[in-house]
């Protein structure tokens, strides 16, 4: 009982912080790939200059 009482807490909390680092992994990518693509068109748009 008293295993039980201690475990549920702590998996709450790791699987809360999981899904925070999930979704700022998520949205970081999301800005790198918009930082690509907006490098990638100054890029392309100087080489075919």
């Known amino acids: 009982m008293y ?3 201690l475990m549920t807490p702590v998996i709450r909390w790791t ?3 999981l899904a ?3 979704i700022l992994f998520l ?3 999301k800005l790198i790939v918009k930082k690509r ?3 990638a068109e ?3 748009k100087s080489f075919k200059e």
């Open 3 to 5: 295993t039980n009482m």
């Open 15 to 17: 699987v809360i912080v």
């Open 20 to 22: 925070i680092l999930c």
């Open 27 to 29: 949205v970081i990518n």
């Open 37 to 39: 693509r907006e490098l």
């Open 42 to 44: 100054k890029s392309g």
